[in-house]
């Protein structure tokens, strides 16, 4: 039977996967970024097709469930997949700039963070455009898109924020836990629970949240580029607070404290 590896052996394992994540060609951070952008709108159809077919039929209880069953393999597409999701990328890459001892590694964080983000709405948008085309959809799904993108960007700000926090907290908690188990097996199912505790809370990522708003505005939902930018703002510093701050901060006290104990 395998050990569960220690604080500071998952520790080393992500300083391990951040000098990987941080150390790839722009080519590399492009494409698998761009990749990353597409597969999260795999999950918002899948989301949207099945409450729209639920819905009529069980409710609005039961549609909500079967949605996020449905959304969670997105998340298993991009860990199988090793792509480059925004805010999944924060642990790992955090964990090898403290392990350097010259440097903070600022330019190369700024580097991969901000191309991930650029790079999963290009690819995402091109993706929500082709299948914006008319005939594409099955029935319903166009007014649960809408209908979804309404709910996002008319939610209260706080609320917003508090639902940015635990989103962001989700999503860098698995990057942590996925160092922390062998098999691919265990990785599958780690980001399907993940996938489907983010879409049952409606707990918010930011990518995840503007393709959300993007498809319901190409599909006609009556949102302003103003009120987008306000819901991208507030949800990426929840997610900055949560991920970084609840998951990644509170991980590297935990490896410097098991450290410090082991001299």
Same mark, same amino acid.
């Given at each position: 039977?395998?050990?569960?590896?220690?604080?500071?052996?998952?520790?080393?394992?992500?300083? =391990?996967?951040?000098?990987?994540?941080?150390?790839?060609?722009?080519?590399?951070?492009?494409?698998?970024?761009?990749?990353?952008?597409?597969?999260?709108?795999?999950?918002?159809?899948?989301?949207?097709?099945?409450?729209?077919?639920?819905?009529?039929?069980?409710?609005?209880?039961?549609?909500?469930?079967?949605?996020?069953?449905?959304?969670?393999?997105? *998340?298993?597409?991009?860990?199988?997949?090793?792509? =480059?999701?925004?805010?999944?990328?924060?642990?790992?890459?955090?964990?090898?700039?403290?392990?350097?001892?010259?440097?903070?590694?600022?330019?190369? *964080?700024?580097?991969?963070?901000?191309?991930?983000?650029?790079?999963?709405?290009?690819?995402?948008? %091109?993706?929500?455009?082709? %299948?914006?085309?008319?005939?594409?959809?099955?029935? #319903?799904?166009?007014?649960?898109?809408?209908?979804?993108?309404?709910?996002?960007?008319?939610?209260?700000?706080?609320?917003?924020?508090?639902?940015?926090?635990?989103?962001?907290?989700?999503?860098?908690?698995?990057?942590?836990?996925?160092?922390?188990?062998?098999?691919?097996?265990?990785?599958?199912?780690?980001?399907?629970?993940?996938?489907?505790? !983010?879409? !049952?809370?409606?707990?918010?990522?930011?990518?995840?949240?503007?393709?959300?708003?993007?498809?319901?505005?190409?599909?006609?939902?009556?949102?302003?580029?103003?009120? *987008?930018?306000?819901? +991208?703002?507030?949800?990426?510093?929840?997610?900055?607070? #949560?991920? %970084?701050? !609840?998951?990644?901060? +509170?991980?590297?006290?935990?490896?410097?404290?098991?450290?410090?104990?082991?001299?």
């Amino acid at each position: 039977m395998a050990v569960a590896p220690d604080p500071i052996e998952i520790f080393d394992r992500a300083i =391990e996967e951040g000098e990987r994540r941080l150390n790839q060609s722009m080519l590399e951070l492009v494409s698998t970024s761009f990749i990353a952008g597409f597969t999260v709108v795999f999950g918002i159809v899948a989301l949207g097709i099945v409450e729209a077919f639920v819905e009529p039929r069980f409710g609005h209880g039961i549609a909500k469930i079967g949605g996020s069953l449905a959304f969670g393999p997105a *998340l298993v597409f991009l860990v199988v997949g090793r792509t =480059e999701l925004f805010s999944e990328n924060f642990f790992d890459p955090v964990a090898k700039a403290v392990e350097d001892d010259d440097s903070w590694l600022v330019g190369p *964080l700024v580097r991969l963070w901000s191309v991930t983000f650029a790079l999963n709405l290009a690819g995402g948008v %091109l993706f929500i455009a082709i %299948l914006s085309v008319d005939g594409v959809l099955p029935a #319903g799904t166009t007014d649960a898109l809408v209908t979804f993108a309404h709910e996002f960007v008319h939610r209260k700000t706080s609320a917003e924020f508090a639902k940015g926090i635990v989103g962001g907290t989700l999503v860098t908690l698995l990057s942590y836990l996925l160092e922390a188990v062998n098999t691919v097996t265990s990785r599958i199912v780690l980001a399907y629970i993940v996938g489907v505790l !983010l879409t !049952l809370g409606v707990f918010d990522h930011v990518i995840v949240t503007m393709l959300h708003v993007v498809f319901g505005m190409v599909l006609g939902a009556n949102i302003g580029l103003g009120e *987008l930018a306000v819901t +991208t703002g507030v949800v990426t510093a929840g997610n900055l607070v #949560g991920g %970084l701050g !609840l998951v990644t901060l +509170t991980h590297v006290a935990q490896w410097k404290g098991a450290r410090d104990s082991d001299r």
